[in-house]
């Protein structure tokens, strides 16, 4: 089975500074995982995903994620963080024969002027 | 571009209702998904559809019912409204491929009275 755990459900950080959105997850199976991202009364947007390629992947918005097998996370990051970048985050894993996402509880993101 | 359309975006029934939610795809995408999002809990799959003729429910399919009516859409009927389904609701969907991953609707906001 897989699973996926997103340490904090909100976390608040000034205009400018680094953004650090914590995923961890768990498979048997070599895992693909993705971030997407919710504003306010919209849906989920792909923000980006990782399929066994690149390690460090970029997604949009300034927004990126590094794969660390070891430690079994996709942690998203944003160098300096906007007033824009408010919103839900989710983490989710796919992997094997599934193609279904498991997604994490989500992360509430809060940028302080 | 649409994308994925849900509608309505806002409903309010009274407890016993019945309504059916509505979502149509223009990406020609095989499989389509049904999931409610409730604070602090994410997103919980109800149904979900990995083909045009298939259905199968996820992990809170009780007091739901679906039908892929054709490749394009996928309705979700509540039969007899009840308090607890107070929720947004998302369709989504995707090609059958692992890692391809999801396009979301924009959701529709649920209140059972």
């Known amino acids: 089975a897989q699973s996926v755990t997103q340490l904090g459900s909100h976390v608040s950080v000034s205009e400018g500074a680094l953004v650090l959105l914590r995923c961890n997850y768990s498979s048997s199976v070599p895992p693909y995982l993705f971030w997407y991202v919710q504003y306010p009364n919209q849906g989920l947007q792909l923000l980006l995903k990782y399929t066994s390629a690149a390690t460090l992947v970029k997604g949009i918005n300034g927004f990126e994620a590094e794969f660390k097998k070891s430690e079994t996370s996709f942690h998203l990051t944003k160098p300096s963080a906007h007033m824009r970048d408010a919103a839900e985050y989710f983490c989710?894993?796919?992997?094997?024969?599934?193609?279904?996402?498991?997604f994490g509880s989500g992360t509430r993101l809060l940028v302080r002027p | 571009n649409a994308g994925v359309t849900q509608t309505p975006k806002f409903q309010v029934l009274k407890t016993g209702q019945s309504m059916t939610l509505q979502c149509a795809q223009d990406?020609?995408?095989?499989?389509m998904y049904w999931y409610r999002q409730d604070p602090g809990m994410g997103l919980r799959l109800i149904y979900y559809?990995?083909?045009?003729?298939?259905?199968d429910k996820g992990e809170v399919p009780n007091g739901y019912n679906v039908s892929r009516l054709n490749k394009r859409e996928f309705s979700l009927r509540l039969e007899s409204a009840a308090p607890s389904q107070t929720s947004v609701y998302f369709c989504?969907?995707?090609?059958?491929?692992?890692?391809?991953?999801?396009?979301f609707g924009s959701g529709t906001r649920l209140t059972v009275v």
């Open positions: 990406m020609n995408h095989n499989s």
């Open positions: 559809s990995a083909s045009e003729g298939t259905t």
């Open positions: 989504a969907s995707s090609e059958a491929v692992v890692g391809y991953g999801y396009t």
């Open positions: 989710a894993v796919t992997g094997g024969s599934s193609y279904k996402l498991i």
